[in-house]
C-alpha cells in the first residue's frame, strides 16, 4: 500500500469504533480523515479543543473561514447547533468526561498504553497541546497511525521518548492490525489480511498476544 492507500485504510477502520451519538474529539493528522468514513447512520459530534462543538465536513477550496479553524489549525466548517467557546470551556469538557472518544496518532506507544507524541529530544516542538488532557479525560483512546516509521516499529516493550500520559491507550489501529491494550499485555484483535501474524509481529517491539478469535480486518 501507498502513503494514501494506508491512510485511508486506518481512517476507515477506525470509523468504525465510534457510535451514533458519540462525542469525538479527531487530533491532526491521519484521524481528522476518519469522519469521511462513519458507518451510514451513525452521527458524531466532533469537538475541537480549542473551543467548539459540532465541528463540520473541511470546506470547499475557496470557501475557506479564516475565523473558523481547528486546533491544528486547519479550516473547518460547523454543524447547525454548533457551539464555540473559550478554549478554558473546552478543556472543561475534556477534563470533565465529556468525550467519549478521542482519535490520536503516536510516535511510540508500549504494551503498557504509554504514549508519547509530542517531542523528540534536542528537535523543535510546538508544545504538547491538549493530547495529556484528552488522554486522561476522554472515555476511550484510539491511536489510529502508521505501524512504523522508516521501518522501525513504534509500538515498544517500553517508551523512550518523552510520554504525553501513562496507561491511558486502550486500541491502536494501524495498517498492519487492531490491537487492544490490556492488563496482560498487547492482543492483536484483527488483521489486514494482507499481512501474517508473523509479519506484525516482525514489525513490532513488543510481544503481541494473538487473540484466539482472530479476525481479518473488514
Do not use: Y
Request: glycine share 12%; charged share 20%.
Amino acid at each position: 500500500m501507498d502513503k494514501n492507500e494506508i491512510r485511508t485504510f486506518i481512517a476507515r477502520r477506525a470509523a468504525q469504533e465510534l457510535h451514533d451519538g458519540d462525542v469525538v474529539n479527531l487530533g491532526i493528522g491521519l484521524p481528522t480523515l476518519i469522519p469521511d468514513f462513519l458507518p451510514e447512520g451513525v452521527h458524531v459530534t466532533l469537538q475541537s479543543e480549542n473551543g467548539m462543538i459540532g465541528m463540520g465536513p473541511t470546506p470547499e477550496e475557496g470557501k475557506e473561514d479564516p475565523w473558523m479553524i481547528n486546533a491544528g489549525g486547519g479550516f473547518i466548517t460547523a454543524v447547525p447547533g454548533a457551539a464555540t467557546f473559550d478554549s478554558a470551556t473546552s478543556f472543561g469538557i475534556i477534563r470533565g468526561g465529556h468525550v467519549d472518544v478521542s482519535v490520536l496518532g503516536a510516535m511510540q506507544v508500549d504494551e503498557e498504553g504509554d504514549l508519547a507524541n509530542w517531542m523528540i529530544p534536542g528537535k523543535k516542538t510546538p508544545g504538547m497541546g491538549g493530547a495529556m488532557d484528552l488522554l486522561v479525560g476522554a472515555k476511550k483512546v484510539i491511536l489510529a497511525m502508521e505501524h512504523t516509521a522508516k521501518g522501525n516499529p513504534k509500538i515498544l516493550k517500553k517508551c523512550t521518548l518523552p510520554l504525553t500520559a501513562k496507561g491511558q491507550v486502550n486500541m491502536i489501529i494501524t495498517e498492519m492490525g487492531v490491537m487492544e491494550i490490556t492488563k496482560e499485555g498487547i492482543v492483536l484483535t484483527e488483521i489486514n489480511p494482507e499481512f501474517t501474524v508473523e509479519q506484525v509481529q516482525a514489525a513490532t517491539e513488543a510481544k503481541l498476544i494473538v487473540s484466539p478469535n482472530l479476525k481479518e480486518i473488514k
